[in-house]
């Protein structure tokens, strides 16, 4: 089901080119040097063509939400998702949103100098200056209020969200979000799903940030439940203006 982007009037960086792509289900913000509409839409067509050639032939690689073996000679989207999928243990189109984010945002880097891709709350991002990046997190009174500070030199990275009360993303906990970092968006994508299926309560931050910690190749995690927070790794929060959003 489509969901309007009602959020994306608040994440525009006012130094660069941004526009939004379109290719079936696939409907992706960007933002860049200049306007790359064409050369995304062929990006997303070609991932897109390549996974659901793969799924034709191995369905259980798009019902399944358990960690899933691939085909050697499997396209890097479909490796990269099980990989992800692996680590988080979880499903591997759990990481689908995250993966194609960041193969077509590299794919834009070949024409632009910074990229900016969100796939419906998941992030790629190679930028020449610092960045925030809002946590939207529905009614929870840091819903608007807070942002991650991301630096120059931390990217390419990616950023993933997910939610179990906000969206029409599958999900089996109940967090307002759960916001995870990593180097690999696609990985980031697949643990976001996999911590915010542990938090039902309040209670249950504790047990999803020890989740995340054994999680290879993450480089933090935050955790938003009604009015508690829990944040662990290299992350920097900083406040925001719940009506503008972040300024850059």
Same mark, same amino acid.
């Given at each position: 089901?489509?969901?309007?982007?009602?959020? =994306?009037?608040?994440?525009?960086?006012?130094?660069?080119?941004?526009?939004?792509?379109?290719?079936?289900?696939?409907?992706?913000?960007?933002?860049?040097?200049?306007?790359?509409?064409?050369?995304?839409?062929?990006?997303i067509l070609k991932y897109?063509?390549?996974?659901?050639?793969?799924?034709?032939?191995?369905?259980?690689?798009?019902?399944?939400? =358990?960690?899933?073996?691939?085909?050697?000679?499997?396209?890097?989207?479909?490796?990269?998702?099980?990989?992800?999928?692996?680590?988080?243990?979880?499903?591997?189109?759990?990481?689908?949103?995250?993966?194609?984010?960041?193969?077509?945002?590299?794919?834009?880097?070949?024409?632009?100098?910074?990229?900016?891709?969100?796939?419906?709350?998941?992030?790629?991002?190679?930028?020449k200056r610092p960045r925030?990046?809002?946590?939207?997190?529905?009614?929870?009174?840091?819903?608007?209020?807070?942002?991650?500070?991301?630096?120059?030199?931390?990217?390419?990275?990616?950023?993933?969200?997910?939610?179990?009360?906000?969206?029409?993303?599958?999900?089996?906990?109940?967090?307002?979000?759960?916001?995870?970092?990593?180097?690999?968006?696609?990985?980031?994508?697949?643990?976001?799903?996999?911590?915010?299926?542990?938090?039902?309560?309040?209670?249950?931050?504790?047990?999803?940030?020890?989740?995340?910690?054994?999680?290879?190749?993450?480089?933090?995690?935050?955790?938003?439940?009604?009015?508690?927070?829990?944040?662990?790794?290299?992350?920097?929060?900083?406040?925001?203006?719940?009506?503008?959003?972040?300024?850059?």
């Open positions: 089901m489509y969901q309007p982007r009602d959020y =994306r009037h608040l994440i525009k960086p006012k130094d660069l080119v941004t526009f939004e792509v379109t290719v079936k289900e696939t409907d992706l913000f960007i933002a860049a040097n200049k306007e790359l509409v064409s050369e995304a839409a062929a990006s897109r063509n390549q996974l659901e050639e793969y799924i034709g032939d191995n369905p259980l690689f798009q019902s399944t939400l =358990r960690p899933c073996e691939v085909n050697t000679d499997a396209p890097r989207i479909v490796h990269d998702m099980a990989l992800a999928g692996a680590k988080a243990k979880v499903g591997p189109m759990a990481a689908v949103a995250g993966a194609i984010a960041e193969l077509v945002g590299r794919e834009l880097l070949e024409y632009s100098r910074e990229v900016i891709v969100e796939n419906g709350g998941d992030i790629f991002l190679k930028s925030r990046v809002g946590v939207f997190a529905g009614k929870s009174p840091f819903g608007h209020g807070l942002a991650l500070e991301i630096r120059p030199d931390e990217t390419p990275l990616g950023v993933c969200t997910s939610s179990g009360t906000i969206g029409h993303s599958r999900s089996f906990g109940r967090a307002d979000a759960t916001v995870v970092v990593s180097k690999s968006t696609a990985l980031a994508d697949a643990a976001a799903t996999g911590v915010c299926n542990l938090i039902k309560v309040k209670g249950d931050i504790v047990e999803g940030i020890e989740y995340a910690k054994g999680i290879d190749g993450l480089q933090g995690v935050l955790i938003v439940k009604d009015d508690k927070l829990g944040v662990w790794g290299d992350l920097r929060l900083v406040g925001i203006d719940p009506v503008r959003g972040p300024s850059r």
